[in-house]
């Protein structure tokens, strides 16, 4: 059941990528004043464009099940890749899927790096899913996600 | 700004893949927090680019926003191709910029 609700959400927001481009622009615009808003669903869209998500066991998410200081989170994306220069992975994308701001880092990988790997601590503002999107060099995007529970905000 | 490069594990060969962990002092400020004394919000300022350079060519490009930590760490992984010098280029939404530098020497 869980999968199927799951698909059904991508399948809409692969139905608003195509009419909403100009919101993300906007947001975009925003970045250097205030705070930055961005929902999840405007965030996947600008990434793949509309295309689909698949899941995939090729991408490994670590983070805590539960983060007791969500000021802190620890997050490692690790995409099961040649990182060849015909076969890799363009890119790691990092959300928190409840943030005011859900989008949290874009890292453009090319096959120097040899693994593609991304490791880094991100803010939580509570309980939520973190979700990690891999573009991989055939344009196919695959993701992975997994919930933390937040004890403690890290929005404050 | 300061800025920590650290290649892990210290030793290594050419062709190994190793981590790249940087780190750099800054508040990440998502400009929802507010002053605790005059209550007035605090502007958002956080580091917006981080590109990764070896021998003055592009590795990784990252571009990241105001959810990582307060004094955020970037890790990834690199493929030792032999000697050089590894550079990153970190920039802030203010337009501060800082560049560091580290020497990839490779063992054996």
């Not at chain 1, 005011?100 to 939580?124: H, S």
């Amino acid at each position: 059941m869980e999968r199927r609700s799951f698909l059904k959400s991508f399948g809409a927001v692969a139905a608003c990528a195509v009419a909403l481009p100009h919101v993300a622009s906007a947001a975009e615009e925003k970045k250097s004043g205030g705070p930055n808003e961005m929902n999840f669903e405007t965030a996947v869209a600008a990434i793949t464009g509309g295309k689909a998500l698949t899941p995939s066991a090729k991408v490994k998410m670590e983070a805590p099940e539960i983060a007791e200081n969500g000021a802190v989170v620890p997050v490692k994306v690790t995409v099961d890749s040649p990182m060849s220069g015909k076969d890799y992975v363009k890119a790691i994308h990092v959300l928190a899927s409840k943030n005011g701001n859900v989008r949290c880092a874009n890292i453009y990988l090319t096959p120097a790096n040899g693994e593609a790997f991304f490791g880094t601590r991100i803010k939580l503002g509570g309980t939520q899913d973190v979700v990690a999107i891999a573009e991989m060099s055939d344009g196919t995007f695959l993701i992975a996600k997994q919930n933390v529970k937040v004890t403690i905000g890290g929005c404050g | 700004m300061k800025t920590l490069i650290k290649i892990k594990p210290k030793t290594y060969a050419a062709g190994d893949i190793v981590k790249i962990d940087f780190m750099a002092m800054h508040p990440m400020e998502t400009g929802m927090r507010k002053d605790k004394d005059t209550g007035a919000l605090i502007p958002a300022n956080y580091i917006d680019e981080v590109k990764f350079m070896f021998n003055d060519t592009l590795i990784t490009k990252m571009v990241i926003w105001e959810s990582l930590s307060v004094n955020p760490l970037m890790s990834i992984s690199f493929k030792v191709p032999g000697a050089g010098t590894l550079k990153v280029i970190a920039k802030d939404n203010k337009g501060q910029s800082v560049e560091s530098t580290t020497p990839i020497t490779p063992k054996g």
